[in-house]
């Protein structure tokens, strides 16, 4: 899969899946425009990227701030005069039972993982639909299809998210315009990495690969979804999950 030329939007590509994801579509020779609230992780990642031959450009953005995604989108287009691909991978957890979740707690996770997607949409989307062509990605969660105790708010965000996906991918299709989603399931990151040893074996013991997956387990997903061997492919949601949700 070569992406050599093409250009990469990735949001919350700082660390975890989006670092991952701007790797993989680095070395496959794409040029990354790696977007993240943390301009210092950003900055420290520059070196990294390096030696893949692409560009990369890091640029400090809130995905909730209309205005700040516009200006970001533009400055990706007056460098590079174009934008191929966009992956919307930002996303955070405030995990509580419905009962105990405050209004804080629900409005923080709709607006990052679902209206922040929706506003880096319709950005990128204005410049895609005048190239007539472009792949978005979005990430979502098996947790968006199965639902979670202690995370209403955010299965909720990632099954909005998926409609959203459904509803765009209808929309731009006929302007060669893919939309896809990619759900993973428990993923070997800082999060999980942080529960306790028993509550890692139970989640384990519920997929049927019996592991957590990895990153690269998902990039390599989004690479797929990316490339222009994806597309005859649009309004799909990729299962990422070890078997946990069928």
């Known amino acids: 899969m070569d992406l050599s030329g093409r ?14 994801t701007a790797l993989t579509l680095a070395q496959k020779g794409a040029n990354i425009v790696a977007v993240d609230v943390n301009e210092d992780l950003l900055c420290k990642n520059t070196h990294e990227f390096e030696s893949f031959g692409g560009e990369y450009l890091p640029l400090t953005m809130n995905v909730t701030i209309e205005q700040e995604v516009k200006e970001s989108v533009a400055e990706a287009v007056h460098k590079f005069g174009k934008i191929d691909i966009l992956v919307n991978n930002a996303g ?29 949409l319709k950005a990128v989307s204005r410049y895609m639909l005048k190239q007539r062509k472009g792949t978005i990605i979005n990430l979502v969660s098996v947790v968006g299809l199965m639902g979670n105790p202690g995370q209403a708010n955010y299965s909720a965000s990632k099954a909005g998210l998926i409609g959203l996906t459904k509803t765009a991918a209808r929309e731009l299709a006929a302007k060669g315009i893919t939309v896809n989603a990619v759900a993973p399931g428990y993923i070997d990151t800082e999060m999980t990495r942080a529960l306790p040893e028993a509550s890692r074996a139970k989640l384990e013991d519920l997929i049927p690969l019996k592991r957590l997956g990895n990153v690269r387990d998902v990039a390599c997903a989004i690479l797929f979804l990316a490339s222009e061997e994806a597309s005859y492919i649009t309004g799909q949601v990729l299962n990422v999950n070890g078997g946990m949700y069928m």
Do not use: H, P, Y
Not at 7 to 20: D, L, P, R, S, Y
Not at 92 to 117: F, H, P, Q, Y
């Open 92 to 120: 955070i957890t405030r995990d509580s039972l419905i009962l105990r979740m405050s209004e804080a707690a629900w409005d923080t996770v709709l607006s990052i993982n679902l209206k922040g997607a929706f506003l880096c």
């Open 7 to 20: 250009v990469a939007f990735i949001t919350g590509a700082a660390q975890g899946i989006g670092k991952e």
